[in-house]
C-alpha cells in the first residue's frame, strides 16, 4: 500500500478530501526550528473539531482489524487515543525513555548525535500475538517509527502496518519501514 486508500474520498460531512483538508489547515512556520527549515504545524488542524474528526476517520479505516492502537511520544499519544475510541479497542502509549517505571521492553535507535529509547511496560499488558497498527502525526527519517515497530514485534505483537499524518517524503522515513505498509493521509 504506497499512500493507502486516504486522500481520495470526501470526508464525512462534506466533499473535501483529507489531504486537502490538512493541506487547509496546517500552518506553515518559516525559520522553526532553525534557518531554512519550514516546520509544519499540525495544531489549528487538531485543535478543530471537524479536521480532529476528519483525521480520526480517517485513521480508523486503516486500522480497521487491529486488537490495538499504538501511539508514539507525544502527538501519537492524541491520534491514537481518538482513533482507539472510534475503534472501540485499547491504546498503548509509546513512551520516550525514562517515563516509565519497570519491568519495561525497550528499543535504542540511532538519532543525528546520539541515541534515544523508546519504551512500553513488559508487564500488565499482554501483547502476544496481538495486531497492533502504529498512529504518530509525522513520519520524517523513519527511525523513531522503527524503533517503535521493533519494540512491539519484541514484545510480541503483530504490526501491519504503520500510519501517519504527515509524511515528509524528503527524508526517507518510508524507506526506513519497509516492508511494512505504511499509510500517509498527507504528504509533502
Known sequence: ???????????????????????RMMREVPDFPEPGVAF??????????HGLAAVTDAFAE???GADLVAGIDARGFLLGAAVA????????????GGKL??????????????TAKLEIPADGIDLGGRS???????LA?????????KLLQNAGASVPGAAVLLELTALGGREALEPLPVTSLYTV
Open 40 to 49: 509544519k504545524d499540525l495544531t489549528p488542524l487538531l485543535a478543530d473539531a
Open 85 to 96: 475510541l472510534r475503534l472501540g479497542t485499547g491504546v498503548l502509549a509509546i513512551r520516550k
Open 101 to 114: 517505571p519497570p519491568p519495561v521492553f525497550s528499543e535504542t535507535y540511532a538519532l543525528e548525535y546520539g
Open 132 to 138: 497492533v497498527l502504529i498512529i504518530d502525526d509525522v
Open 141 to 149: 527519517t523513519g527511525g523513531t517509527a522503527a524503533a517503535a515497530v
Open 62 to 64: 486503516v486500522a480497521r
Open 1 to 23: 500500500m504506497e499512500h493507502g486508500p486516504l486522500g481520495v474520498g470526501p470526508v464525512s460531512g462534506g466533499g473535501e478530501d483529507i489531504s486537502s483538508l490538512i493541506a
